[in-house]
């Protein structure tokens, strides 16, 4: 998933890009925009959306004093459901009217949750701004609620970069104070003096970063020891140099909060995000649009199958009326032409009598030899055989009945009838034999 941060802040505007995919992350370009009277927040916007591409998931991140938050007692476990309680439980606790605020929360140490909520108008504004300029943000959130996943830090440790201080513990984000831009050394101090005297158990150590990270570590008299935070050998390829990991490092944790579905969302209510519903409901009306043309081809298609079945069915049926017309010529039209020449087949195969009639006829046709010109007449009824035909001679006559006698268990030689070129015409009838097929 590729992602687009914009980090807002008083002076400067950084944007950065990272593609993000499980445990791998790839950098895809960052620029830094200063913000002043020549270039305000609408110019710098609108910078961004010219020279962005594709369509990558935008993160607006403004300053952590835009918010507030409190920790939280509630006998739940389900965000969802503790966000919509959120602001009844905080009704005449916060200086905002709840119908004011935009709320969310994320899982604090020891069972507890750290409430967050921003003026609802400050959110509202922002977004406009970014959305006439053509990148309308889909989330809406702070930096230092990603902090977490800044990385090489560890589960227990207090974050801080010059703009805000943040408490990290067992891996969750415990307490958060923005500070105010003005000397961010002894704000830092006081805060940890502050907490340290309020009974809070503090970290084991504080990690500074970004362009105040060498400032910060030289503060001295603090109640904890400083580190500043290092860029880890296996994001070599992320950030060039120490100057570039301590600019973008904030960008990245965002990111990374981001993909994991970790990060505070203060686009809520009627302040969601619905370009992506749309572009949703767009491309399912799309599908609908070509999954209804699809149906209308598959129902013309079948339509014109439909139609070829029936011409060929009525050709076959013309076929079979003028095959019928040729084997039975005399008899009247049938009321199922094909049943009645099955039936023939089946009647002339021998499937209902003892012989087939179509062995008979190649029985018949081997006996005769060369001596018999021809049987032109044969009728066989269960095993009476009848059969005319015409021979060269009465002597080839009675040589045809003799090779018959394997064939027949009786045989009947008819008359005998000369004709002038010399040839006879001659009847012969007689019964087949049983175990003849």
């Given at each position: 998933m590729e992602y687009l941060i914009i980090q807002v802040e008083e002076e400067r505007v950084t944007a950065a890009r990272f593609e993000v995919s499980g445990r791998s992350a790839t950098s895809a370009g960052?620029?830094?925009?200063?913000?002043?009277?020549?270039?305000?927040?609408?110019?710098?916007?609108?910078?961004?959306?010219?020279?962005?591409?594709?369509?990558?998931r935008v993160v607006l991140c403004l300053a952590a004093s835009r918010f507030a938050q409190r920790s939280v007692e509630l006998p739940l476990t389900d965000l969802r459901k503790v966000r919509e309680i959120l602001p009844v439980h905080l009704q005449g606790e916060i200086a905002l009217p709840a119908e004011e605020a935009v709320f969310d929360v994320v899982p604090s140490a020891s069972g507890t949750y750290l409430a967050l909520w921003a003026k609802r108008s400050d959110i509202a504004q922002v977004v406009a701004t970014f959305r006439d300029a053509g990148i309308e943000p889909q989330v809406v959130s702070a930096a230092p609620f990603a902090w977490r996943f800044l990385p090489g830090i560890g589960e227990d440790c207090a974050v801080c970069d010059g703009t805000a201080l943040a408490v990290i513990t067992d891996g969750t984000l415990s307490y958060l104070r923005s500070f105010d831009g003005t000397e961010p050394d002894k704000q830092l101090a006081s805060t940890l003096v502050a907490l340290e005297l309020s009974g809070m158990p503090l970290p084991p150590r504080l990690v500074v970063f970004g362009v105040h990270a060498g400032s910060l570590a030289a503060v001295e008299g603090l109640p904890l020891p400083v580190e500043q935070l290092q860029a880890p050998m296996e994001l070599g390829h992320l950030f060039r140099n120490d100057e570039t990991f301590h600019q973008l490092a904030g960008p990245y944790a965002v990111a990374r909060a981001c993909h994991a579905g970790a990060l505070p969302d203060f686009r809520r209510g009627d302040l969601a995000w619905t370009a992506g519903d749309l572009k949703i409901r767009r491309k399912l009306l799309v599908t609908a649009s070509l999954a209804a043309v699809t149906i209308l081809l598959l129902f013309v298609y079948k339509g014109l199958q439909y139609q070829a079945l029936r011409t060929d069915l009525t050709s076959l049926n013309a076929s079979i009326n003028?095959?019928?017309?040729?084997?039975?010529?005399?008899?009247?039209?049938?009321?199922?032409?094909?049943?009645?020449?099955?039936?023939?087949?089946?009647?002339?195969?021998?499937?209902?009598?003892?012989?087939?009639?179509?062995?008979?006829?190649?029985?018949?046709?081997?006996?005769?030899?060369?001596?018999?010109?021809?049987?032109?007449?044969?009728?066989?009824?269960?095993?009476?055989?009848?059969?005319?035909?015409?021979?060269?001679?009465?002597?080839?006559?009675?040589?045809?009945?003799?090779?018959?006698?394997?064939?027949?268990?009786?045989?009947?030689?008819?008359?005998?009838?000369?004709?002038?070129?010399?040839?006879?015409?001659?009847?012969?009838?007689?019964?087949?034999?049983?175990?003849q097929k």
């Open positions: 960052a620029a830094v925009f200063e913000r002043g009277a020549e270039q305000d927040l609408s110019a710098v916007a609108s910078r961004i959306a010219e020279a962005g591409s594709g369509a990558p003028a095959i019928y017309r040729e084997i039975f010529p005399t008899r009247a039209k049938a009321v199922d032409e094909v049943a009645e020449i099955k039936g023939e087949i089946r009647r002339l195969s021998g499937v209902e009598t003892g012989s087939s009639f179509l062995n008979v006829l190649k029985r018949l046709a081997d006996a005769k030899g060369t001596t018999i010109n021809g049987l032109y007449e044969a009728e066989v009824e269960g095993n009476a055989v009848r059969m005319k035909g015409d021979a060269r001679s009465a002597q080839a006559v009675n040589e045809f009945k003799a090779a018959l006698t394997p064939l027949m268990a009786t045989i009947a030689l008819g008359e005998v009838k000369s004709r002038p070129d010399g040839t006879v015409t001659f009847s012969l009838s007689g019964t087949l034999k049983e175990v």
